[in-house]
């Protein structure tokens, strides 16, 4: 309670001051810089007639942080939604307060080891170094859940996937633990590394089954079989707000411009907001103007 307190001091005397100053109305927390999610926002943003502000961030993490405390004025985020989950156990009013107003695209789990590693399974990183992240990034929070399902005792390492990748290389750590779309543009220059199946069949109750087919990476010579994490589009405006007009209007911009945009990143192809896809929420409530524009009971 009294870390939330500080956290709140420390917002208020911050926006006291205009450092977040913005005339932005709406206000998107992507990812990090190059991320897919910073591209997703992006190009919505382009379409918006509504001035429309990019954030960036360290991760998911820390977009539900922002989000749930409705820091540098952020109304929308990019989350994935086991953080909503994970943060549910900790934070009760979490359901009430972050509505979900779209499913989107599936997060891959990508497990790399180096090319000459002896590891060829999951079950294999038993008391190895693993990457996961750093703690306000996503793939913290789906490798701390994977790790307690398949029950393997590795050990977590928080670290940047940046800095992953040359400790990989240095052999200073034995996996890199990275949660993001296909293809992510942060592992193409990848090198000398290969990606394991995370297949275990008590994932599947959880985490969606998917695939990685070869050539993903240039460094990718077979299909890999992994478990995915839903990417849904939040909003921390209430259903009663003057706001709710802003969420029509990126809702709408999506709808309409869909078959525009998936002519251009190769993310938008697997964006989805078909009645379907919004069963695959696992009863998060949805925000009533979200209901209206996909005509959801």
Same mark, same amino acid.
């Given at each position: 309670?009294?870390?939330?307190?500080?956290?709140?001091?420390?917002?208020?005397?911050?926006?006291?001051?205009?450092?977040?100053?913005?005339?932005?109305?709406?206000?998107?927390?992507?990812?990090?810089?190059?991320?897919?999610?910073?591209?997703?926002?992006?190009?919505?943003?382009?379409?918006?007639?509504?001035?429309?502000?990019?954030?960036?961030?360290?991760?998911?993490?820390?977009?539900?942080?922002?989000?749930?405390?409705?820091?540098?004025?952020?109304?929308?985020?990019?989350?994935?939604?086991?953080?909503?989950?994970?943060?549910?156990?900790?934070?009760?009013?979490?359901?009430?307060?972050?509505?979900?107003?779209?499913?989107?695209?599936?997060?891959?789990?990508?497990?790399?080891?180096?090319?000459?590693?002896?590891?060829?399974?999951?079950?294999?990183?038993?008391?190895?170094?693993?990457?996961?992240?750093?703690?306000?990034?996503?793939?913290?929070?789906?490798?701390?859940?994977?790790?307690?399902?398949?029950?393997?005792?590795?050990?977590?390492?928080?670290?940047?996937?940046?800095?992953?990748?040359? +400790?990989? @290389?240095?052999?200073?750590?034995?996996? &890199?633990?990275? !949660?993001?779309?296909?293809?992510? =543009?942060? /592992?193409?220059? %990848?090198?000398?590394?290969?990606?394991?199946?995370?297949?275990?069949?008590?994932?599947?109750?959880?985490?969606?089954?998917?695939?990685?087919?070869?050539?993903?990476?240039?460094?990718?010579?077979?299909?890999?079989?992994?478990?995915?994490?839903?990417?849904?589009?939040?909003?921390?405006? +209430?259903? @009663?707000?003057?706001?709710?007009?802003? &969420?029509?209007? !990126?809702?709408?911009?999506?709808? =309409?411009? /869909?078959?525009? %945009?998936?002519?251009?990143?190769?993310?938008?192809?697997?964006?989805?907001?078909?009645?379907?896809?919004?069963?695959?929420?696992?009863?998060?409530?949805?925000?009533?103007?979200?209901?209206?524009?996909?005509?959801?009971?």
């Amino acid at each position: 309670m009294k870390n939330k307190m500080v956290f709140k001091l420390i917002l208020t005397v911050l926006f006291s001051f205009g450092v977040f100053a913005s005339n932005a109305q709406i206000k998107v927390l992507s990812g990090q810089k190059g991320s897919t999610y910073e591209m997703f926002g992006k190009d919505v943003a382009k379409h918006m007639k509504t001035k429309t502000e990019v954030l960036n961030s360290g991760g998911s993490v820390d977009n539900f942080i922002k989000i749930y405390h409705s820091a540098f004025g952020a109304n929308f985020a990019l989350l994935p939604l086991d953080v909503l989950f994970v943060n549910e156990l900790t934070e009760m009013n979490v359901r009430r307060n972050i509505k979900i107003l779209a499913p989107l695209f599936t997060d891959e789990v990508h497990l790399i080891v180096s090319a000459n590693s002896k590891i060829t399974t999951i079950k294999d990183l038993k008391n190895k170094k693993v990457a996961v992240g750093d703690k306000s990034q996503g793939s913290s929070i789906t490798a701390r859940m994977i790790k307690r399902i398949v029950q393997v005792d590795w050990e977590s390492v928080s670290m940047d996937v940046e800095d992953a990748k040359t +400790a990989l @290389k240095d052999g200073k750590i034995d996996a &890199i633990f990275y !949660v993001g779309a296909k293809p992510s =543009k942060i /592992l193409q220059s %990848l090198k000398n590394v290969r990606l394991l199946n995370v297949d275990d069949p008590a994932l599947s109750s959880v985490y969606p089954q998917t695939t990685i087919p070869k050539g993903t990476y240039k460094w990718q010579k077979e299909d890999i079989k992994t478990c995915g994490i839903l990417t849904v589009l939040v909003t921390n405006i +209430a259903e @009663k707000s003057d706001e709710v007009k802003y &969420i029509k209007e !990126v809702l709408l911009t999506v709808k =309409k411009n /869909l078959n525009k %945009l998936k002519e251009g990143n190769s993310i938008w192809k697997e964006v989805n907001v078909s009645k379907e896809q919004f069963k695959k929420i696992y009863n998060w409530p949805v925000h009533v103007a979200a209901k209206k524009v996909f005509d959801l009971k």
